[in-house]
């Protein structure tokens, strides 16, 4: 049963939305009324689209009867958490090949990472990258050639940045394919005993940088509950991701199984199927106070205190 309280912001949300959202809903409508969009582009537009392709791919992208899935990755191999994204396309592609449909990288999101630029100028840069993200999201998905979504990304304005774009095609099917947290490296009571000796001069650089690369030292979000992780939480308790998919290591046969999985559910979710389920009908008023609730009860980031407003002005 609902707590009343959680019923009650639920309402209000939903009333003081109403005009808003059904102008947001009236416009993803008229999107999905044009029925599956790569069947509308011309002869010249589609070859453009499958010019690269290899024949098997082409034949599979030019019936459309089958699925094309977009992807929209943050790859880069210099930040932990979007490493083990490399290799991600070419899974999703095989899940989905095995079943007749194709995928196609979109586009490319740049990543941040705070932990990087923390103290740098280059700091001043990251949450406008978040806006910047969220269009080169938008611009991935205008070639209209796709019928579903799959976004990966998981760093802290990069994840939030893809959805905002992705609602801008918010009639696609579309999740989140996480790649997980990094192993556990040193202590934290290692960690705080070598700050505080190299605060006190008891031991020079080279002690320090060791000790926080011992810390910090393999693939995956960074092992403390900061943004990237809460942003894991946080979009699975909001059904943009698999249920239980969040925390599950980067190399483990499970991250691979389900990422294989997450490519066959988004494909049986495509318009005119009867599963057909898309953005714009997973992110409402209810799903935004779950996304709410995790991170309260949890005591997850609070950058998600602005990143929460702007999806849910994004979603009308």
């Known amino acids: 049963m609902t707590h009343p309280v959680i019923t009650q912001v639920t309402n209000r949300i939903r009333e003081r939305s109403t005009a808003r959202r059904a102008r947001f809903l009236a416009r993803i409508q008229r999107q999905a009324d044009q029925g599956k969009t790569r069947a509308s582009l011309s002869c010249g537009n589609l ?17 459309m009867t089958r699925a094309n899935v977009a992807i929209v990755t943050a790859y880069n191999d210099m930040l932990s958490a979007h490493q083990p994204y490399q290799g991600y396309p070419d899974i999703i592609k095989g ?11 979109a586009g490319g999101v740049p990543a941040m990472c705070d932990g990087v630029t923390q103290g740098q100028p280059g700091m001043d840069m990251s949450l406008f990258s978040r806006d910047l993200i969220a269009q080169a999201t938008a611009v991935s998905l205008s070639h209209n050639t ?20 992705a609602l801008s095609h918010a009639h696609l099917p579309t999740a989140f394919v996480p790649a997980g947290p990094m192993a556990s490296g040193i202590s934290n ?5 070598v700050r505080q000796q190299y605060a006190a001069g008891e031991v020079g650089r080279d002690a320090l940088l060791k000790m926080e690369c011992g810390a910090y030292h393999a693939a995956g979000t960074c092992t403390f509950y900061g943004t990237a992780n809460t942003n894991q939480l946080v979009f699975e308790a909001m059904g943009l991701m698999l249920p239980g998919s969040a925390f599950v290591h980067p ?17 049986a979710m495509i318009p005119g199927s009867p ?9 409402d008023e ?3 106070v779950n996304g709410l609730v995790a991170l309260l009860a949890s005591g997850g980031s609070t950058n998600h205190s602005i990143h929460m407003v702007v999806l849910a002005r994004a979603a009308g």
């Open 47 to 63: 070859a453009h689209a499958v010019a690269a392709s290899s024949c098997d791919e082409k034949g599979r992208i030019l019936d």
């Open 95 to 105: 899940a989905l090949a095995e079943l007749g449909h194709s995928a196609q990288v």
């Open 146 to 165: 796709f019928d579903a979504t799959l976004l990966l990304g998981i760093c802290d304005k990069i994840a939030p940045g893809q959805i905002m774009g």
């Open 189 to 193: 009571d290692e960690k705080v005993k």
């Open 251 to 267: 190399h483990s046969e499970l991250r691979h199984a389900l990422t294989e999985e997450a490519a066959r559910r988004i494909s």
């Open 275 to 283: 599963a057909y389920r898309p953005l714009s009908a997973v992110i």
């Open 286 to 288: 209810r799903a935004l």
